[in-house]
């Protein structure tokens, strides 16, 4: 039976109310995100911080993704506070994102109702969370580009597009620069090919769009850098890490897999400095590592879109709104898997679909530097967000395709409003009760270092040296706060602390346990008589944990328990 003729604006109002849809449950979601995620340490901090300190320094390598700190340099003109910062971030990236896969699925021919469930997916799966967040920036930058590639008719334009896409979201990830130099092919083929097969008519326009193509691609590269330089061996680094963390996983090596891979890679490789010298100097044990990451590789990737925020389950735990929501959510797309797998004869004639045959492709070119990384690297879970937001997105299209959904049909409709209606309950309010992933040991940290106000004593110009084992509260504590790195020097830890002119030591397991200073004997006297060495301590509530201060950065007020 044909469907019934409606309303001219029918359409627009169904994705308005689609993509508002969606935006509610996004913000219901995350509205108090701050209430139960901690502050994200490490790379997350290291991100923030040169965002913060960018406006007075140089920018990061191309390699190190100056794209994000210059994301998070432009948020801080509005959030100044740096812990604010961290948290507005993740809620600005979350909405954007969700409402930018919706759009992205309608642009490539998906159905709305089928947009709302691949968004849905990406929404309420661990995806958003995941840190650090660069990929999640990553995924704006190629859900703004490829929505613009939508509007263009011609092949060669839309590639174009998408090439530039992904060189700009190579500055954020720089695996995709792999993807660009591809798709950079495509579009040099297809223009290659239009001027030999319409003579010079076709000429002009040719040079013009590959010239302003060439110059777009050089300036990007001249301003921000290369992202496949290797100005600080990071990808070797990268490798040697997470080969570590697999290797001594097997062998139950007493070593800090992070701290000290260079170790391990010594042991099993020898003096190398390559991921080529790795491979030729053990391929065995080369190929053992590709092995294990390929098997995770699956598992991961499902399981980051199939659990929610901290790891909540519609199979097994208690029977919460969040579980509830992955129930309901598993069984609208295996009954969307299903119907696609009952009509699979009509998949050769689907396949004809323009816009169909553009995703598809897409796909394949973004999942090339994602599979690579994860078996190379490790399959980390912030490498497989991308694809999975674009698989959901070939999926809805698919089905769009085949008629697996049409909410222009009586019953489409009913099942529309359900999908809507059920996505705005099942969504939790984070903030409403305990969740899996709470916890607040950073940002509790934070505040109880701040209140201490260590640094109103500091000379103009001057910062405040801190070192610590959990990777980046001087982020969040502002730039007057200087963290050093444990791995900078050798020399005793007294002199240690005389050379980089510390003030405030978090003293915790992590530190005590630190590779560094484990087994140095000054830093043992140091815990049983820190007066000596010019620095008084102030035990923390937690058990174990004690803050260092200095004598020259004693604390000018009573804060948080802490006495002067």
Known sequence: MAARVLPSRYPLLVDVGCLGVLLLASWKLVHAIEQVLDLGMWDEADYLRRGLILSWSSLPNAEWGPLYSIWYSALSRVWVDPVALYYANHKLLLLLTVGGSYAFMRRMGARPTLALLGSAIYLLSAAPHTLPRPTLLALLVLLAVWLVASFVESKEGFWAVVAGGLLLASFARPEFFVAFLLTTAVFLFLVGRKVLGEGRAALPRAAFLVAGFGLITLVLLLVLGNPFGNTSNRRFYAFCQHFAVNYVARTQLPIDAWGECDQVIHSVFGNVDSVGAALRSNPREFFWHLGVNLKRYFVVSVGLFFAGYGGTSAVAGAWTVERVGRLLLLVAVGWQMALLAWRWRRFRAAMAEPRLQRIIGMLLLVEIPIVLSAILIQPRTHYLIIQGVMVAAVLATLGSVLGTWDEREPVGRVLGVLLGLGLLVVTPDLSLGASPGRTDEHLRMVRSIAALRLTERLEPGKSLGMIEAQGGYDAYLGPRYRRVY???????????????????????????????????????????????????????????????????????????????
Not at 525 to 551: D, R, T, V
């Open 486 to 564: 444990l791995n900078a020097g050798q020399e005793p830890f007294g002199e240690f602390l005389r050379k980089h002119e510390i003030g405030l030591i978090l003293l915790d397991d992590a530190l005590r346990k630190h590779p560094r200073f484990a087994r140095d004997a000054e830093f043992l006297a140091f815990q049983s008589n820190p007066e000596a060495f010019g620095f008084s301590m102030h035990p923390l509530p937690e058990k174990g944990k004690a803050l260092a201060i200095s004598s020259t950065s004693a604390p000018v007020s009573r804060a948080n328990g802490y006495s002067d």
